[in-house]
């Protein structure tokens, strides 16, 4: 079965500097897909990036950014010039291939932004 | 953009209630839809698959006879949380996946609903 594992529950960053929160994840699998989900306080889950399991580029949204190593399993996520409005809870998530859309979901990581 | 309703958002109800809980793509097709339940600070966990006309698959230890899901439409999935006990009380979310023949798919395969808050009193 897989697994994503976030190691950091809680992590901290100053408005304007760059913050990453860590994933890993375990599979047999060689096709997938890994995302990163933010859930503020509303609760709502919405996608900040993803990416795709055969391709060697780090996927980049904005400020947002991904160090994807295969061969390590690890997915992190760093965000450059924090802001108020990144404050939220952040989850890694894996998809296989072949899976329909089923999602396993990281213990997730709450990110406090300071001013 | 694809977007995916749930209703209601928050549910207030007595102990031995049942509690029925939609979920709706507003503008795809989804044939097949997921239920997560997530307690407070904690991570979405996987309940159940649900597919168009056909069961739904139940992810370990979760009790089919307690939560029935029932997708009758490629737009429409319910959760019916039966006989609803304190120990039911969490939040709970669907989302819906983009067939994979529409234009959608490509922009964000899998769409979640806002969740419904539900309380058992």
């Known amino acids: 079965a897989q697994t994503v594992t976030q190691s950091q529950p809680e992590m901290s960053v100053q408005e304007a500097e760059t913050v990453t929160l860590s994933c890993t994840y375990d599979?047999?699998?060689?096709?997938?897909?890994l995302f990163w989900y933010k859930q503020p306080p509303s609760r709502q889950m919405i996608l900040v990036i993803r990416?795709?399991?055969?391709?060697?580029q780090n996927a980049t949204e904005n400020r947002f950014s991904v160090n994807f190593q295969k061969a390590a399993k690890s997915f992190s996520l760093k965000i450059s010039d924090s802001q108020l409005g990144d404050a939220a809870m952040y989850f890694c998530?894996?998809?296989?291939?072949?899976?329909?859309?089923?999602?396993?979901f990281g213990q997730g990581t709450i990110l406090t932004v300071h001013p | 953009g694809a977007v995916v309703s749930q209703h209601p958002s928050r549910v207030i109800c007595k102990s031995g209630t049942s509690v029925k809980i939609e979920c709706r793509s507003l503008?795809?097709?989804?044939?097949?839809m997921f239920w997560y339940r997530q307690f407070p600070k904690q991570s979405l966990m996987l309940m159940a698959t649900?597919?168009?006309?056909?069961?739904?698959?139940?992810e370990q230890g979760v009790e089919k006879d307690k939560f029935l899901i029932n997708h009758a439409s490629l737009t429409l999935s319910t959760l019916t949380v039966t006989s609803a006990h304190p120990e039911d009380s969490s939040f709970y979310i669907c989302?819906?996946?983009?067939?994979?023949?529409?234009?959608?798919?490509?922009?964000?395969?899998?769409?979640f609903g806002d969740g419904t808050r539900l309380s058992i009193l």
């Open positions: 989302s819906a996946r983009v067939d994979r023949d529409s234009v959608l798919y490509s922009n964000q395969p899998q769409h």
């Open positions: 599979t047999s699998e060689s096709d997938y897909y």
């Open positions: 990416q795709e399991a055969y391709k060697q």
């Open positions: 998530a894996y998809r296989a291939g072949a899976s329909y859309g089923k999602l396993t």
């Open positions: 503008d795809f097709q989804a044939t097949t």
């Open positions: 649900s597919n168009e006309g056909s069961k739904a698959t139940y």
